[in-house]
């Protein structure tokens, strides 16, 4: 059995709006479902650390970034859509 | 950069530094609000921007922060350095410029909002204590969110933002290719309604020519100008073309009179062009109009003024050339640095572009006069339409400066017969108007001047005749007789037969005079003649009476001494003798 990679996430957030609130949970449930117990998630709330996020140019929130395994890869939005988040992971079988 | 009007500073008002656009709108944007600016791609909105930071942050200590959704920072910076605005000084501290490109790769899954953005710009406008922001096409940005709500959504926020902090602030949209697609489903309308000002910019190609215009479409709580004001993008980033604009003041005029550079035009004239006039010299192709410009370049820079000579005839060296047979030479003055010539054949584009490049090469050369010729250039195909207003602006530029202008225009060698009607009108708004022609009489042309008009100076109303020689460009005047006008060998002709004609009468009244010279001697001998034999005559006569008296007292003193003698009758000694 090949060995999967873990998954690294950094997810920045506009305190606890509803778009941010939103895509915490739709990541957290995601997580749960597709990549149990090999994701690491670390929230940045940008209102606590503009300055993260503009080194990050990160300007939309909520706003995911995938770190690892490379390449980064960036999703913007509630994450909502599960299919596409799966695809753009690279998780579909 | 040089600001060359100063308006009385409006604390509502937040200047952008673009020529023209803050004449426009009475001062510049309003301050602490937001202003929308649309146009089409490549209408000049993102340099519009950037000139509005660059003259905050260098001139009104409002340093700014540039958000770039389309380009990247670095191509921005690149893309703004022919400006000279320096960029990258002002980078270091009164400008920032903020990367908001969307990633290319980024996947969108579901709405997002703004916040990450606005609490990023407001850190870094606390940090720098920015007041200007110009969000650089928003609709790339505004394109990313999945619904008219969101899109809506976003907007209020981010002007409620804005507000909130009272930054001054651009935001640019692109508009549409459609305007139909562009009113219901761009989100510009209701921006429209949202922003307190909003500024629309327009590229449009006409026959080949670019032309740029910009309006301003509303504007609370200010007084603007509501038509279209052509503008160019030109060295300086932005000049916006506007005519004047009605409460500037007057310009100072100048009762000084410039030299035109030929002796007898500045008597006709009563004394030469008024400093800061606008003149007007019209005529057919190869009628000197350019040797007469010439001859006004070589007197300014004879008395060392800094002069430019916009020829889009020919090129500079050229026209050089061509002036040093008839005695005007210019090289020297071209060496010294005081005359630029500006070979400006090639310099196509609209007659906006035209103008300002006009404009800005007469200040960077601090001219006092200016030589365009032929300044008809500017109605060249495609610009017939803006061309009168170039022109009109041209003339106000000139007088508002106190620049003296020569332009020289060709008439249509068909339609101009009829003096009159110059091309852009331009005829009219001169101050000094001299026509040159042509007549054409027993196979020769020659060239005729007369001044049409000449405001606020005495002129001549003769027509002279052009002469041009190698030692420079003279006047003569023309013949008339029997209101005919000869000019040239006729004129000579007729000139050296009247001189003949006068010695002929001349030698004719010297014989005279002396055939009546000698008759009056003649005469005179006469008359002495007479005299004498009229003397003698009187002697003889005198004589002839003496001889009678004489003989008559002989006859009777013999009559008494012969009665004296006969004592025939008693005598009487004391009786006088008495007739018998």
């Known amino acids: ?93 | 950069m040089k600001s060359t009007k100063r308006l009385k500073p409006n604390p509502n008002k937040a200047p952008t530094g673009i020529e023209g656009f803050d004449e426009i709108t009475n001062g510049g944007l309003p301050h602490g609000r937001t202003t929308l600016l649309v146009g089409q791609p490549g209408s000049g909105k993102t340099i519009f921007g950037l000139r509005f930071l660059a003259h905050g942050a260098q001139v009104c200590q409002e340093p700014g922060i540039f958000v770039a959704f389309e380009e990247t920072s670095k191509r921005i910076v690149a893309n703004a350095e022919g400006f000279g605005w320096n960029l990258p000084e002002l980078l270091r501290k009164k400008l920032y410029i903020v990367d908001a490109q969307p990633q290319p790769d980024s996947v969108q899954t579901g709405d997002f909002d703004l916040s990450g953005l606005l609490t990023a710009l407001e850190s870094k406008a606390k940090e720098m204590g920015a007041r200007r922001i110009v969000f650089d096409a928003i609709d790339i940005m505004l394109a990313l969110l999945p619904d008219a709500a969101a899109k809506r959504r976003e907007m209020y926020r981010l002007h409620a933002w804005l507000l909130e902090r009272e930054m001054t602030a651009i935001i640019t949209a692109k508009a549409g290719g459609d305007e139909a697609t562009s009113l219901t489903e761009q989100p510009f309308s209701f921006m429209q309604f949202m922003v307190d000002c909003s500024v629309a910019l327009n590229h449009s190609v006409s026959l080949g020519v670019s032309q740029r215009n910009l309006r301003v479409q509303k504007y609370r709580g200010s007084a603007f100008d509501e038509s279209e004001a052509p503008f160019v993008i030109g060295k300086d980033g932005f000049d916006v073309a506007i005519a004047r604009a009605l409460g500037r003041l007057d310009t100072a005029v100048s009762d000084e009179r410039v030299s035109s550079g030929v002796a007898r035009l500045d008597t006709m004239l009563g004394g030469g062009y008024y400093r800061g006039a606008s003149v007007l010299i019209t005529g057919f192709p190869g009628t000197a109009k350019t040797t007469l410009s010439g001859a006004f370049i070589e007197a300014a820079c004879r008395r060392g003024e800094r002069t430019v000579f916009f020829s889009f005839d020919s090129d500079g060296s050229e026209v050089i050339r061509n002036l040093k047979s008839v005695g005007i030479r210019l090289e020297r003055f071209v060496k010294s640095g005081l005359l630029h010539m500006v070979s400006a054949r090639s310099m196509g584009g609209s007659a906006e572009s035209l103008l300002v490049r006009i404009k800005t090469m007469s200040r960077s050369h601090r001219a006092r006069c200016v030589v365009i010729d032929p300044v008809s250039t500017l109605a060249k195909t495609g610009n017939e339409l803006t061309a009168n207003g170039v022109a009109e602006r041209l003339v106000d530029w000139s007088k508002s400066n106190g620049t003296t202008l020569v332009c020289t225009s060709l008439l249509d060698e068909l339609s101009g017969e009829l003096e009159g009607s110059t091309p852009l009108q331009i005829s009219t708004m001169a101050d000094t108007w001299i026509h040159l022609n042509y007549l054409v009489q027993s196979g020769e042309r020659n060239r005729g001047l007369s001044i049409i008009k000449s405001r606020g100076t005495a002129h001549s109303n003769q027509v002279r005749e052009l002469i041009l020689s190698h030692t420079g460009v003279t006047l003569a005047d023309i013949y008339t007789a029997g209101g005919e006008v000869l000019m040239g060998t006729l004129r000579w002709e007729k000139e050296s037969a009247e001189r003949v004609a006068n010695e002929v009468a001349e030698v004719a009244g010297k014989l005279k005079r002396v055939t009546l010279k000698a008759e009056e001697a003649v005469l005179k001998v006469r008359a002495k003649s007479m005299d004498t034999e009229l003397l003698a005559k009187q002697v003889e006569k005198t004589l002839l009476d003496r001889t009678t008296q004489s003989r008559k007292g002989e006859w009777s003193r013999g009559r008494i001494r012969m009665r004296q003698l006969r004592r025939a009758n008693r005598t009487n000694p004391q009786q006088k003798p008495e007739n018998l």
Request: proline share 6%.
């Open chain 1, 1 to 93: 059995m090949i060995r999967q990679p873990r998954f690294k996430f950094r997810l920045y957030v506009a305190g606890t709006t509803h778009n941010s609130t939103r895509a915490s949970a739709n990541l957290s449930s995601f997580c749960a479902t597709h990549l149990p117990d090999r994701h690491e998630i670390e929230v940045v709330d940008v209102l606590r650390e503009p300055k993260r996020a503009m080194a990050d140019s990160v300007f939309m929130t909520p706003t995911l970034i995938k770190l690892d395994p490379a390449p980064d890869r960036r999703l913007i939005g509630t994450l909502s859509h599960t299919q596409l988040l799966l695809e753009t992971l690279g998780l579909e079988t």
